[in-house]
């Protein structure tokens, strides 16, 4: 079945590193989605990418979606405290007219920042 | 706020019980997703609904149901509750049942069962 998974499961980093979570899809997604989740919170919609190749930016985080449409990232420039969450990718596929809409999560990267 | 309520915020039963979880979506979403999660095991699809109408089952248990009402709401049922779901249940909306939309998550209902 359709998996999507989501690398690493944990990151510590100091605040002002650089921060990247990879996620692979083990068919060609038709479009993927990221989440962020605060810690006691709920998983929050960043961004969407549909295109191959796509790459977006929102301040510090950038966005890449894959050639093949298999696999995206997400990089975080110069972490703050701010950024502490757990962060989701999610994939839905094409051609299943009755699944249309479901998203296929990762598992997630949590995200420590140390001040 | 994302505009999607579940209610309770809260639940502790105990085992073999039967709980309803219910979730109102934003006004204007005709989908609803229910999603599991706990520590281990990330956020598990279980089922979605559409204008009423079932339109995606992920790994839903057979002692789970859910449906969706007239007016958009929608209720999860969770029977024969056995200690291993524990866990936050949430619910998301989207406005339509395609794959291009965002979905918008309530804040959870924290289900134990002792």
């Known amino acids: 079945g359709q998996q999507v998974m989501q690398i690493p499961q944990y990151q510590h980093v100091q605040e002002g590193e650089d921060f990247t979570t990879y996620c692979n899809s083990s068919t060609t997604l038709s479009n993927i989605q990221w989440y962020k989740q605060r810690p006691g919170g709920h998983p929050v919609f960043l961004i969407q990418?549909?295109?191959?190749?796509e790459v977006k930016k929102q301040k510090r985080l950038t966005f890449q979606f894959g050639e093949a449409k298999k696999n995206s990232s997400l990089h975080i420039t110069a972490t703050q405290t701010t950024d502490v969450g757990t962060y989701f990718c999610?994939?839905?596929?094409?051609?299943?007219?009755?699944?249309?809409?479901?998203?296929?999560f990762g598992r997630g990267t949590q995200l420590t920042v140390w001040p | 706020d994302s505009g999607v309520t579940q209610t309770p915020k809260h639940l502790i039963t105990a085992t073999g019980q039967r709980v309803t979880l219910r979730c109102s979506p934003r006004?204007?979403?005709?989908?609803v997703y229910w999603y599991q999660q706990s520590l281990d095991q990330g956020l598990q699809f279980l089922i979605q609904y559409y204008n009423g109408e079932e339109r995606a089952k992920g790994n839903i248990l057979e002692r789970f149901s859910a449906q969706q009402f007239p007016d958009l709401h929608s209720e999860l049922n969770l029977s024969s509750l056995e200690l291993g779901d524990s866990a936050l249940y949430f619910c998301a909306s989207s406005v339509t049942s395609g794959r291009l939309n965002e979905q918008f998550f309530g804040p959870g209902t924290r289900l134990t069962v002792l």
């Open positions: 999610a994939g839905s596929v094409s051609g299943r007219g009755s699944t249309l809409g479901r998203l296929y």
């Open positions: 990418l549909v295109k191959s190749g």
């Open positions: 006004s204007g979403d005709l989908s």
